[in-house]
């Protein structure tokens, strides 16, 4: 990480990284990070890290949900949306 103005960018850029690997930001946002990434090497480093632990993650948890808890899940949100 850098000093100054590009060390708030690394701050942001760590704050934002889950958002920004699950595609949440709006485009405008996602290509500032895209552009920090792409002139800061830690945080990209750190980027692509997070994608091979999500990566790992997914092919070793293949555990399947319960049936009824998906629906208990969804009963539950229904319900609180009707509130």
């Known amino acids: 990480m850098g000093s100054g103005e590009n060390a708030a960018d ?3 850029t760590v704050e934002r990284l889950y958002q920004y ?3 949440e930001l709006t485009d405008q ?3 500032q990070i895209q ?3 792409d002139a800061c090497s830690p ?3 750190a980027v692509g890290f997070e994608r091979e632990l999500r990566i790992v ?3 070793r948890c293949t555990d399947r949900v319960p049936a009824e808890l998906i ?3 969804r009963s539950a949100l ?3 949306e009707k509130t």
């Open 21 to 23: 690997l699950d595609g």
């Open 71 to 73: 629906e208990r899940i």
């Open 29 to 31: 946002r996602r290509e």
């Open 10 to 12: 690394c701050n942001e």
């Open 43 to 45: 945080c990209f480093q």
């Open 35 to 37: 552009r920090h990434l």
């Open 57 to 59: 993650i997914a092919s």
């Open 78 to 80: 229904l319900d609180e």
